[in-house]
């Protein structure tokens, strides 16, 4: 029998709303897109309800124009400088009887890791099992139906501010879509474009997307490390309007045609012309002229990738290099500026395995879209994973239910 799974990514630069439908064996194939530019969002955070609201209005609909469907609930994606992470570990006594460890007890230890201290303007997003314990053996990847008296649990904890989780449910719950669950931008994109041998060896990636870069680090098939730094492709086309004095609108539309991040690879001699503002001439550019402003902004945002996993104390740990992915990672050269920023390799993600409506979806843009169909096809189909996936009944979730049902209409 044939499901639904919706996903919805409110991004910085545009909302992308995918249906998907799920067979009995677990294949996804996308039927439904609706892509849109964003409106009333900065830096991965809300900053106009209304205007957001109406960007993911029209996604919706447009999605449900092509696929036929309802659109009654999504997974929703959320990014932003104010996401924070932080391990803990949770201990339980394995309940009484033939001593064999269950899904509850799993669930107890989860609970026992999750109760942290936190500000109370933050909430909890994730509580992701990343290993387990039993009875003083480490390196247990599933331990249901072992035998054991102690269960200790190692999980990695997400939080957000409380403000930016309310005002990007209540943009969706506005347009009439529940929110199913909201994940994590780097670990949806995780699920589109990384190998299992990738997340089990160690990995980083990064989805550079309009505002912010999203960082996340996999090792032994989990997620170890995440990090949202607050830069991203709109600071390169701001970069090329102060630079070269151009509307906004024509520095981006010339840093999609001719963007480069590395000069030497540029003719030295080619230039192009552009409109500058008002009745102006218009003026010849020398396009490596333009490229040497970008590459300061890559290596840049290099730069902080690396600062950004030597302060994680995992350094060591990643002989699978960096994946790149988001809408910056498609600029030529940034995969060789990359390399030569971290010393490690580097390589673009663009979301694999799809079937259905995937023409304009094989593009490293669209990771965090497509991850979160995966990631809600994966809850589906083990909704008590061990490892790397939460079990569904998230601290957020209890909470955001709570809330929209006291501040929400209807």
Sequence with gaps: MERTIV???????????????????????????GVVPSRGMRKG??????????????????????????IERAFVGISGAHIASLNSRGVVAVGRGERIISYEDI???????????????????????????????????????????RLELEAHIVTAAATALYNLARCVEEVGVAVDEIVLAPLASGQAVLTETEREMGVALADI??????????????????VVV??????????????????????????????HARPQDVPAEETFTVQSFGDEPRQQVFRREMVSILEARVEEIFSLIGQEIRRSGYEGLLPAGLVVCGGTAQLPGLRQMGQEVLGMPVRVGRPRDLQGLVDTLVHPAYATSVG?????????????????????????????????????PG
């Design 230 to 259: 607050p830069v991203g492709g709109y600071h390169l086309t701001n970069d090329l309007a102060i630079g070269l004095r151009l509307p906004f609108e024509t520095a981006e539309a010339i840093k999609l045609r001719y963007g």
């Design 209 to 226: 997307g309009g505002g912010t870069t999203d960082i996340a680090i996999f090792i032994d098939g989990t997620i170890w490390h995440t």
């Design 45 to 70: 955070v809300v900053v106009n309800v209304q205007e957001a609201s109406a960007a993911i209005a029209e996604s919706v609909a447009a999605a449900e124009r092509v696929s036929g469907y309802r």
């Design 372 to 408: 979160l169909l995966q990631w809600g096809v994966e809850g589906a189909l083990h909704p008590r994973y061990p490892l790397y996936h939460s079990n569904g009944s998230s601290p957020f979730l209890k909470w955001l239910g709570g809330w929209l049902r006291n501040f929400l």
């Design 107 to 149: 669930d107890r230890a989860l609970e026992a890791a999750g109760a942290i201290a936190i500000p109370h303007n933050r909430r909890v997003v994730h509580v992701i099992p990343r290993g387990y314990t039993v009875d003083g053996q480490n390196g247990v990847r599933n331990p249901v139906g072992m035998h054991g008296f």
């Design 7 to 33: 996903g919805i990514d409110v991004g910085t630069t545009k909302v992308c709303t995918l249906v998907g439908e799920v067979d009995a064996e677990g294949a996804l194939r996308i039927v439904g897109v």
